[in-house]
Nanobody, 125 residues
Framework: QVQLVESGGGLVQVGGSLRLSCAVS????????MGWFRQAPGAEREFVAA????????YYEDSVKGRFTISRDSAANTVYLQMNSLSTEDTAVYYC??????????????????WGQGTQVTVSS
């Protein structure tokens, strides 16, 4: 069993930055590919970023490329999402997720077996 706990969300102004953290417990995080998703009010959950078990390969949704960076600290069993140049369209609840099979990355929510509780990110204009 794997537990995921997100932190780092909050209120930020347009153009600002936030770093989300996802603490992984239960098994070594290298066994899992990790991803970040988000869900805005009234919208479906959407893919944001993903990385492989070692963090060597990353993949991003087009709207966040160049602004967001996913990374992982295996020693700390933590995955991060650095978010820069935030806009109001980034307002959402952000979820981290873990998928079995650390050799790959995944962009479909159905590929992920474990989810955190989510952390709210609000970008104000």
């Amino acid at each position: 069993q794997v537990q995921l706990v997100e932190s780092g969300g909050g209120l930020v102004q347009v153009g600002g930055s936030l770093r989300l953290s996802c603490a992984v417990s239960g098994r070594t995080s290298r066994s899992y590919a990790m991803g970040w998703f988000r869900q805005a009010p009234g919208a479906e959950r959407e893919f944001v970023a993903a990385t492989t078990g070692t963090g060597g390969i990353t993949y991003y949704e087009d709207s966040v490329k160049g602004r967001f960076t996913i990374s992982r600290d295996s020693a700390a069993n933590t995955v991060y999402l650095q978010m820069n140049s935030l806009s109001t369209e980034d307002t959402a609840v952000y979820y981290c997720a873990a998928a079995l099979g650390g050799s790959f990355y995944y962009i479909l929510s159905s590929d992920y077996s474990y989810w955190g509780q989510g952390t709210q990110v609000t970008v104000s204009s």
